[in-house]
C-alpha cells in the first residue's frame, strides 16, 4: 500500500471507529464469500485470509472475538477486499464482525483444523439414503444416531460448472449433526469424526465433489497447458467462455424461465403462488417424499406445493429461515406471494434447500407458502428427511422451528412435453478440462487449511497411464493455487470392482495411484479388503475415512506411534524357482487376513502369468509356481475385481502391484 493509501486508511479507520457500533449505511453493498459464514471452522494458528466484497474504495474492518484489535483494508476500485487474520490455539465459539456502514457479524466460529474432501461418487456418497432407490453407507442408521458431533462442522460447495475461473462458490457451514450429515460425504465425515476424536479439537470438512468426473476437469488451465495434449480441449472451453459460452446460456435460460412464466398456469402474480389463493380442488402430498411414490409416478414437469404456516405471536416482524431439504430438480419458494428463494440451475437435487423470509412478510398466524418444482427427468418432488423441512426465527436454529413435513397441497402444471427443452450447454459439461476447478476449486483457493483428501480415479480408468502425469500434476497445480506449501494430500486407491471387459485398465489406474506416493507429502488409503465386485459405489466407507485420518494422524500430526499404510512393495530377489517380494510398512508383521495369501502370480520369459502359491517369511513374501521355473516377473492382484487378503499385523491391507515393467494396455 503506498503511504497516501496508508494515510487515508488510517484516517478512515479513525472516523470509523466514532461510529456506534451496528449502524448501517443505505447503498453499501457488504458481503462476504460465499466459503465464510456462521458455524465454520477457521484454521487455527495460521494466518488465515477472509475476503468479500464492499463499495469501491471502502473502508472495511474485521474485528475477530479472539482479538480486541481490528484489522482494516481499503476495497478495490471493483469493491474487493481482502484481510489477513492472525488465528490463535484451537477453540470458540468467537463472533467476527465486518463492517463497512453496513455491519456483518458472524456467530459460532470455531477455530481448528479445515480440510478438503474432493473427488467423484464415492467422496461424494453421503451417509444416509439421501434420495429413493439410492443406497446410503453401511450401518447408515446406526451412524446418523451417532453422528451428533457439534464441533465438527460440515460445508458442501453447491456443484458448478465454468469456462472461467469463478471467484465466488455457494453453500453453507452447519454443525454436524443427524440432519446435515445425511447428504454429506460419507468417507469425509469418518475422516474428520476419527481426527476430532483423536485431536479433540474443531474440526471443518469441506465437500467439493462430483460423480463420474475425471482427474482433469479438477486441473487448471495452466497446469493442463504445460502437460500438453488437452489443446483440442482447452479450445472448446475458450469458445464456450465466449458469446456461444457462459453469457449466453444464462441468457437462453432466463428466457426459458420468463417462458414458463407464460405457459405454466400457475405463473403470473394472479397464479398459484399468490398470497389469497386458495387450494381449493387440490391433491395431498405427504412430504417429504418423491412425487413417483404419491401418484405421479413418470411425471416429469412442474408440480406446485402449497402450505398454510402458523407463525407463533413472537415471530411477528422477525427474518425467518426456511428449511425445505433437498429438491429434485429446480424450485422457486415464494412466502405470502413475494420470492424468497429458488435453485434455479441444475445438478442440485441433493441440494438443502435454506432460504431466508425478510421480517416485513412476517406474520402472526396464517403465512402461505408456495413451491413450484420443476423436474426434468427421473425422480422428481421435495424427497429428503422430515427433520429437513422446518422453519425459525433467522439466527436461533435452537427456538421451537415449525416443522413443514406433512400434508402439503399439490397440482401439476405444466408438464414437461409442453415446454421447451431446459438450455443445456452440451459441450460445456462436467468431465470438460478445467470445468470443476473453475466452478469449485478456484473459488476456494488461498483458503486456510491444513490439508486435503481425495477419492476420485474410476473415471479416468480407460485412460489409466495418463493419470501418472495428470494426478500429481492436479495436486501440484492445487498446491500452487494455495500458496501455502505442500500441503498434506491424501488420496484412496480405487476399489475392487468388475468393470466390463476391462483389459488391465484397473490394474494400471491402482497402479498410477500408487506411483504418485512419491510425490511429497502425500498418504493412501488403500481398499482393496472393502470394495464390492458387483458395486462400484461400496458401502462400507468408515474403514475409508479412517484410514485416511491414519495418514494424517501419522504424518500431519506426529503420531509416531501409529502404523498409517498396509504392506507397499519395495522390492524382488529371484532365488532360482523362489522369488521373494520386500515390503515397506510391514507394521507388527506381515499377515493373511483368512487362510492362504491369494492373488499372487508368476511369469516367465514368455511373459504369461500363472497362478503363484505365496507364503509368508518373516517381512517377505515369497512366491513360486510349478508353471513357472524360471520366473522374471510377479504380480499381485491385477485383476480389476480382485479381492485379496496380504495385510500387515495392523489390520491394513496390501495394494495391487507388478515387479514388471512390460507395456501398458492404456499406454501410449
Known sequence: MSAIGAARLAGALLALSSLVVGSTSAGCDLGLAGIFGEHM??????????????????????????????????????????????????????????????????????????????????????????????????????????????????????????????????????????????????????????????????????????????????????????????????????????????????????????????????????????????????????????????????????????????APEVWSGRPLTLELGPIDDMDTTWWNGERVGGIQTGGQWTTPRRYEVPAALVRTGANELAVRVYDWGGGGGIWGEPQQMRCFPAGAPEAEPVSLAGPWHFREGAAKGELAAWPSAPALHANRPTALFNGMIAPLATLALRGAVWYQGESNRPRAWSYRTLFPAMIGDWRAHWGRGDFPFYFVQIAPFAYGADRGEAAELREAQFLALATPNTGMAVTMDVGDPADIHPRDKRPVGERLALWALARTYGRDDLVCSGPLYRSMALRGARVHLGFDHVGGGLRSREGELTHFTLAGADRVFHPAVAVIEGDEVVLTSPSVPRPVAARYAWGAADEPNLMNAEGLPAPSFRTDDWPAVTAP
Not at 493442463?224 to 489443446?231: D, P, Q, V
Open 41 to 310: 471452522v477457521l484454521q487455527r494458528e495460521t494466518t488465515a485470509p477472509l475476503w468479500g466484497r464492499a463499495e469501491p474504495g471502502a473502508v472495511v474492518t474485521v474485528t475477530p472475538g479472539w482479538s480486541a484489535e481490528p484489522v482494516g483494508v481499503l476495497a478495490d476500485e471493483s469493491g474487493a477486499w481482502r484481510v489477513e487474520l492472525e488465528t490463535p490455539a484451537a477453540g470458540g465459539p468467537f463472533s467476527l464482525v465486518i463492517e463497512s456502514g453496513e455491519r456483518i457479524e458472524l456467530s459460532d466460529v470455531l477455530i481448528g483444523e479445515v480440510w478438503l474432501c474432493s473427488g467423484q461418487s464415492n467422496m461424494e456418497q453421503s451417509v444416509a439414503d439421501v434420495r429413493p432407490g439410492y443406497i446410503g453407507v453401511r450401518d447408515s442408521e446406526v451412524e446418523l444416531a451417532a453422528a451428533d458431533h457439534p464441533r465438527i462442522r460440515l460445508f458442501n460447495v453447491v456443484n458448478a460448472i465454468s469456462a472461467t475461473p469463478l471467484a465466488d462458490c455457494e453453500g453453507a457451514w452447519r454443525p454436524c449433526s443427524a440432519e446435515s450429515v445425511a447428504s454429506f460425504s460419507a468417507v469425509g465425515y469418518f475422516f474428520g469424526r476419527a481426527l476430532q476424536a483423536e485431536l479433540d479439537v474443531p474440526i471443518g470438512l469441506i465437500g467439493a465433489n462430483w460423480g463420474g468426473t475425471a482427474v482433469e476437469s479438477w486441473t487448471s488451465r495452466a497446469t493442463l497447458e504445460a502437460l500438453g495434449g488437452f489443446g483440442p480441449a482447452l479450445a472448446e472451453v475458450d469458445r464456450l467462455a465466449g458469446a456461444d459460452g457462459a453469457a449466453d446460456l444464462a441468457e437462453r435460460r432466463a428466457a426459458w424461465w420468463a417462458e414458463l412464466e407464460r405457459v405454466d398456469p400457475g405463473g403470473g402474480a394472479e397464479g398459484w403462488r399468490a398470497a389469497d389463493f386458495r387450494p381449493e380442488g387440490w391433491s395431498t402430498m405427504e412430504l417429504p417424499r418423491a412425487w413417483e411414490e404419491a401418484g405421479l409416478a413418470g411425471y416429469d414437469g412442474v408440480v406446485w406445493f402449497r402450505r398454510t404456516v402458523e
